[in-house]
């Protein structure tokens, strides 16, 4: 298991052992009511088939816009982007896709579940002597089914504090299958 997935395992295990001693010691359940867009960055970790690119951790930034239907659900839409660099080759993934949301409790802990695309860049900087710089690129895109977890403290009626783990399951269309994990800490505004 590479370092950074269980530094994220245990800082989500942190916020969990703040938000559960919240939801009893807090009477009134947190407004969860209206559209809510959020942003998160933190570090993702990217595993392809046959890949020989041993970079493998890169940075991440998790986005989401949702709607609750109820104090305990949202519906929306969410997506991940993940970037790595090394010796003039460049990856980076992209997911979009729609998703559900479940606030099981009153306190902040939460489970999603989506399905929607990806789409994998990578690009090489080619450099020949004598020559102009070129840029080489290959995109590949397919089906991306994503899943995530974690926990969140509001500030404010309208602000939440959280960190989270989403994972996404890649087909993409080159038959390649690829696999992402991110962790992020992120923050929530509600309108």
């Known amino acids: 298991m590479p370092r950074f997935v269980l530094v994220q395992l245990c800082l989500l295990l942190a916020a969990l052992a703040?938000?559960?001693?919240?939801?009893?010691?807090a009477p009134a359940s947190p407004v969860r009511e209206g559209w809510t867009f959020g942003l998160g960055v933190g570090v993702g970790h990217l595993d392809m088939k046959g890949d020989s690119l041993d970079r493998k951790q890169g940075v991440a930034?998790?986005?989401n816009l949702d709607y609750f239907t109820t104090p305990h659900v949202a519906m929306g839409f969410g997506g991940q982007?993940?970037?790595?660099s090394k010796d003039g080759l460049t990856r980076s993934l992209n997911t979009f896709s729609t998703r559900l949301t479940w606030f099981p409790w009153n306190a902040g802990v939460f489970l999603r579940a989506g399905v929607g695309v990806a789409?994998?860049?990578q690009e090489l900087i080619a450099r020949v002597p004598g020559a102009p710089e070129s840029i080489i690129r290959k995109e590949d895109d397919g089906f991306a089914s994503t899943v995530g977890a974690g926990a969140d403290v509001h500030l404010w009626r309208a602000t939440r504090i959280g960190l989270g783990v989403d994972y996404a399951e890649l087909g993409l269309a080159n038959g390649v299958p690829?696999?992402?994990?991110?962790?992020t800490g992120r923050l929530s505004l509600r309108w």
Request: charged residues 15%.
């Open 18 to 25: 703040v938000a559960l001693p919240a939801r009893a010691a």
């Open 61 to 63: 930034i998790r986005y």
């Open 81 to 84: 982007r993940w970037n790595a």
């Open 119 to 121: 789409v994998v860049t």
């Open 178 to 183: 690829a696999r992402l994990l991110v962790g």
